[in-house]
């Protein structure tokens, strides 16, 4: 049973339009949600996290929504750039659970076209 | 580089034989995490210390073992190698219990053949 699921295994964006990336979770007792990005031969990077008590966390570019009620999650990404071609993990933790291990998606492979 | 060191990079081996997957995490953090990607798959958590101690366990075979040793890194062992086995293994580390994004080295892909 898949708790985290990232629909579109891939996207592709032209250069400066904007980027969006779903994830959804069906495990109420997450309360903390983050994305990853990973280059080929790369271990994932962590890109931004949002916590269960806010809607919307912005870094930069980068822009995390978080919609409770429909335990649903977005990134956008504006204006996309070459160099965010990657592959992007949605990632959830319960604290409740006492255990900060992570739940990953399967991750959407972006492609940002010049 | 991310300051997670994981050797060796690539690992091939035969079914039934027993590897050893060596962590070092970035200096001053306590916490290392195992995680495992199969094919097509998000990645699994496996196990996770903290300074030294297990503190969390995932899906984590049998077969499968870990420990933290006394400067902090880590080896994961795998035994009884069966061909889903194969997957890449990355570890990645955090100052504290319970820190979140926390830094992941670059992985070991392990072929089971």
């Known amino acids: 049973d898949q708790q985290v699921k990232q629909n579109s295994p891939s996207l592709s964006v032209q250069e400066g339009r904007i980027s969006i990336l779903n994830c959804d979770y069906t495990?109420?007792?997450?309360?903390?949600f983050l994305w990853y990005k990973k280059y080929p031969a790369e271990g994932p990077t962590f890109l931004i996290s949002?916590?269960?008590?806010?809607d919307k966390n912005e870094d930069g570019r980068f822009t995390v929504f978080l919609n409770k009620s429909a335990k649903h999650l977005s990134l956008h990404i504006v204006p996309s750039q070459p160099g965010d071609s990657a592959v992007y993990f949605c990632?959830?933790?319960?604290?409740?659970?006492?255990?900060?291990?992570?739940?990953f998606g399967k991750g959407t492979k972006l492609s940002v076209i010049p | 580089d991310s300051g997670v060191t994981q050797t060796p990079k690539h690992l091939i081996t035969a079914t039934g034989q027993r590897v050893t997957l060596r962590c070092s995490p970035r200096?001053?953090?306590?916490?290392v995490y195992w995680y495992q990607q199969s094919l097509d798959q998000g990645l699994q958590f496996l196990i996770q210390?903290?300074?030294?101690?297990?503190?969390a366990k995932g899906n984590i075979l049998e077969r499968f073992s870990a420990q933290q040793f006394p400067d902090l890194h880590s080896e994961l062992n795998l035994s009884s190698l069966e061909l889903g086995d194969s997957a890449l293994y990355f570890c990645?580390?955090?100052?504290?219990?319970?820190?979140?994004?926390?830094?992941f080295g670059s992985g070991t892909r392990l072929t089971v053949v």
């Open positions: 990645a580390s955090s100052v504290v219990d319970g820190a979140y994004g926390y830094t």
């Open positions: 495990n109420s007792m997450f309360d903390y």
């Open positions: 949002i916590s269960s008590i806010k």
């Open positions: 990632a959830a933790s319960g604290t409740g659970a006492g255990s900060y291990q992570l739940t």
């Open positions: 200096s001053g953090d306590l916490s």
């Open positions: 210390y903290y300074n030294g101690e297990e503190r």
